[in-house]
T-cell receptor, first 115, second 112 residues
Framework: DTEVTQTPKHLVMGMTNKKSLKCEQH?????MYWYKQKAKKPPELMFV???????INESVPSRFSPECPNSSLLNLHLHALQPEDSALYLC??????????????FGPGTRLLVL | GEDVEQSLFLSVREGDSSVINCTYT??????LYWYKQEPGAGLQLLTY?????DMKQDQRLTVLLNKKDKHLSLRIADTQTGDSAIYFC????????????FGTGTLLAVQP
């Protein structure tokens, strides 16, 4: 099973709202990722967690706050977002052996619209 | 920094072969990937190739790697309308982090 699940599928929020995106995998992977994808563009890496520790933050604004409560779950907390943050947010996971070149498996994404 | 380029658009007729091309700049690439993205969906891993290989075949998919020219291609045999999607090549960017550098994506349109 190479499934990564994400909830919700769609989210509409105002600029003053607080919401969270959720990602889950049960493949025993120890590395998890958040990507942001704008229309007609490739995914852009936001955060990487390795063994439940934040290992990469690609200079993402603080209105995005990641959390990895356990090895199967990854959350992205959203607060005071801007309309330009509207995008498809993709979660991915990989084995996390740390040897490099690991295959990343992606979830279906959450389509976020900020009004 | 590392750069991965693809042509933006490819149109083929159903039943023909499709060839999607990708060039990259990282001379220390170890793994190169092909992902497929259908409208409104996430990325589906299609195949990958290790840098010590020249070719990899998986059913209708053939990946060719020319490491000297830093050129990667994906050939889809007997292209079907269900193959219409955006195809991304991705280069694993080395070091302690498992960072993928994605190409710009190629929109494949299959005409019936």
């Amino acid at each position: 099973d190479t499934e990564v699940t994400q909830t919700p599928k769609h989210l509409v929020m105002g600029m003053t709202n607080k919401k969270s995106l959720k990602c889950e995998q049960h493949m025993g992977h120890r590395a998890m990722y958040w990507y942001k994808q704008k229309a007609k563009k490739p995914p852009e890496l936001m955060f990487v967690y390795s063994y439940e520790k934040l290992s990469i933050n690609e200079s993402v604004p603080s209105r995005f706050s990641p959390e990895c409560p356990n090895s199967s779950l990854l959350n992205l907390h959203l607060h005071a977002l801007q309309p330009e943050d509207s995008a498809l947010y993709l979660c991915a996971s990989s084995q996390g052996r740390g040897t490099g070149g690991e295959t990343q498996y992606f979830g279906p994404g959450t389509r976020l619209l900020v009004l | 920094g590392e750069d991965v380029e693809q042509s933006l658009f490819l149109s083929v007729r159903e039943g023909d072969s499709s060839v999607i091309n990708c060039t990259y700049t990282d001379s220390s690439s170890t793994y190169l990937y092909w992902y497929k993205q259908e409208p409104g969906a996430g990325l589906q891993l299609l195949t990958y190739i290790f840098s010590n290989m020249d070719m990899k075949q998986d059913q209708r998919l053939t990946v060719l790697l020319n490491k000297k020219d830093k050129h990667l291609s994906l050939r889809i045999a007997d292209t079907q309308t269900g193959d219409s999607a955006i195809y991304f090549c991705a280069d694993y960017y080395g070091g302690a982090t498992n960072k993928l550098i994605f190409g710009t994506g190629t929109l494949l349109a299959v005409q019936p």
